[in-house]
């Protein structure tokens, strides 16, 4: 009798994803409701997950990846088919390019109508168009086996080099049911997932000969140092060796950014001088100049500057990839510098006194140019004036998060504002993509629980801008700072033609982005000195309410395409 009750327990698709998810450990859901996971998104919220609504998917994807970042996990977002999908595969492409596990989970079109291409709602064929674009995508035909997509995509998702998977859920799916019983065993707990991997004895060997002979050495941290979660070892390892480090944007906080081995204010002078390099997650990609050309001392773009390169990273076919790497230190990042740490003892020379004495001079200088150069107070405010409030905000709450995007305001935040604990700044990354802001923000504030500061040029803002009113209804602890200079770059170029339209670089005059805060219930407030910013934040901070402040700021200052102007190319042709 026993036995045939329980045999008329049903369980479906909708649930089998909801109990798959929540037995891995996953509570949190980015995502846009609509045809076919409507009931989804709330079935998940009455089940006791949290589904975290937003106007946009690339939004939506961007928090996913952000909080894949921030907790190791893999961050989910839920889109619609087709065209919601297709939104969502940008912010997935970007999660691979920047390493964040995340997983795209996109309903979709019944499969013998998009096979036959009949012309089905929203008919795609999503998994094909997915593939090139992440580390892995599967696709989910039978309730059966949803357990084994979702433990593959996890895995898949966080297993070495991180990155973003794919998984496609047909409308059919969430509809089947079948009996409760064999439902939940279907459903498997993924073990270790992403499991560590022991670098070679030999190569650790060869790494600290290395590293011991070198005159001027130099440790460069990437974000998939914080990602590692290895503050501790990275931080005795850099002690120990009393070598001058160097974080990039988002590896800033590993340790404190005035430590007294930070070289961040001496880079163009460490950079080429150094004669051995050993990189920490970090990859000789263009925001390295590839390892060569002058940002290293080589003659010319192509040229390398002689350093020699330790490089550890958890894929092997990273080494090599612009220049030669001369000791590759294949595994995870905690195992690595576990065993570099053993294989030093307890007598381990420290860097030569001569070089760090060199670099703590001329960081020095550079900082002392830089106090003066904040301390000013021109009429209007400009990037200097308006992030030294920024900065001190910062100093004064070191466990609120700062999300940061832009081209001027990306790179002067980057070079002002101290960050004082790890994995407290979400920035644009590798591709150095526009549109981040909104979601990452979002997800800054979900996932730690402390007060987001999201320093935003004015045309990086509109790309996610309409998110306010996600923040507002989450009442989110977000303060958005504007920086509004009325355009691209900066808002003083006239149309060449002395036509009515305005340049293709230039905003509307005077916005009040402060307002759009306001019409969705949140704080609005215009600054227009250091000293409005300054109430104007620390009541932020305070009140932990959403606010937008548009701070005005000098519409002469900024550079076109900031310290990369040099990728913009520009025409040689002349008109006869």
């Not at 989970?105 to 008919?123: A, H, P, T």
């Not at 100093?395 to 935040?413: R, S």
């Not at 960050?419 to 997800?443: E, Q, S």
């Not at 250091?530 to 934040?537: G, H, Q, V, W």
Request: proline content about 5%; glycine content about 10%.
């Amino acid at each position: 009798m026993t036995n045939d009750t329980e045999s008329l327990e049903q369980t479906d698709g909708f649930h089998l994803v909801i109990d798959a998810l929540k037995l891995n450990g996953i509570t949190t859901i980015y995502g846009l409701p609509g045809i076919p996971v409507t009931d989804l998104t709330r079935k998940m919220q009455a089940e006791g997950m949290r589904v975290i609504s937003f106007r946009h998917e690339q939004n939506a994807g961007n928090a996913a990846a952000a909080a894949g970042f921030m907790t190791g996990k893999p961050g989910i977002c839920l889109t619609v088919s087709a065209p919601g999908f297709l939104n969502g595969l940008t912010a997935l492409a970007n999660a691979t390019t920047n390493c964040f596990p995340m997983i795209l989970i996109s309903g979709s079109s019944e499969r013998e109508i998009v096979d036959l291409q009949q012309g089905d709602y929203e008919e795609m064929d999503q998994l094909a168009i997915a593939k090139p674009l992440c580390k892995a995508a599967f696709r989910v035909l039978n309730a059966e086996d949803i357990g084994v997509g979702i433990a593959r995509a996890i895995r898949s998702a966080v297993s070495g080099r991180p990155g973003g998977v794919y998984l496609d859920l047909p409308a059919k799916l969430f509809g089947q049911a079948m009996d409760a019983a064999a439902g939940k065993a279907s459903l498997i707990k993924v073990v270790d997932a992403a499991p560590r991997q022991i670098p070679a004895p030999d190569a650790v060997k060869r790494a600290l000969d290395l590293l011991k002979s070198a005159k001027k050495p130099l440790i460069l941290l990437g974000k998939g140092a914080a990602y590692a979660q290895a503050d501790a070892d990275i931080k005795t390892l850099i002690e120990k060796t009393g070598i001058p480090y160097l974080p990039m944007s988002m590896a800033k906080g590993i340790l404190p950014d005035t430590h007294e081995q930070c070289a961040s204010a001496a880079r163009s002078f460490v950079l080429p001088e150094a004669d051995v390099v050993l990189l920490v997650g970090a990859r000789l990609n263009w925001l390295l100049s590839h390892g060569k050309g002058k940002t290293w001392g080589g003659q010319g773009h192509k040229n390398a500057g002689g350093q020699k390169f330790i490089q550890i990273d958890i894929s092997p076919t990273e080494a090599d990839s612009n220049v030669a790497i001369d000791a590759p230190l294949v595994g995870d990042i905690g195992s690595c510098v576990s065993a570099l740490l053993a294989g030093m003892g307890s007598s381990w020379a420290k860097a030569p006194a001569e070089w760090t004495s060199a670099v703590a001079d001329r960081k020095n200088k550079n900082v002392a140019k830089m106090a003066e150069t904040l301390a000013k107070n021109p009429p209007v405010m400009n990037y200097h004036s308006s992030l030294n409030v920024v900065r001190d905000i910062v100093k004064a709450n070191p466990d609120a998060m700062l999300v940061n995007e832009g081209a001027n305001a990306l790179d002067f935040t980057r070079s002002i504002v101290d960050m004082y604990k790890p994995r407290k700044r979400l920035d644009v990354g590798t591709w150095g993509v526009m549109g981040i802001g909104m979601g990452f923000a979002v997800a800054a504030a979900v996932e730690s629980g402390q007060p987001v500061i999201a320093i935003e040029g004015d045309s990086a803002f509109g790309f996610s801008g309409m998110e306010v009113e996600t923040i507002c209804r989450y009442n989110l602890p977000v303060c958005i700072v504007v920086m509004n200079n009325n355009g691209v770059y900066r808002g003083d170029e006239v149309n060449v033609t002395g036509g009515k339209d305005p340049s293709p670089m230039v905003f509307v005059k005077g916005a009040r982005y402060d307002k759009m805060m306001e019409a969705f219930g949140g704080v609005g407030v215009q600054a227009t000195t250091p000293a409005e910013l300054r109430r104007a934040m620390e009541e932020a901070i305070k009140s932990r309410k959403p606010t937008l402040i548009n701070a005005i700021i000098d519409e002469g200052a900024g550079t076109e395409s900031g310290r990369i102007t040099s990728l913009n190319p520009t025409s040689a042709a002349k008109k006869k």
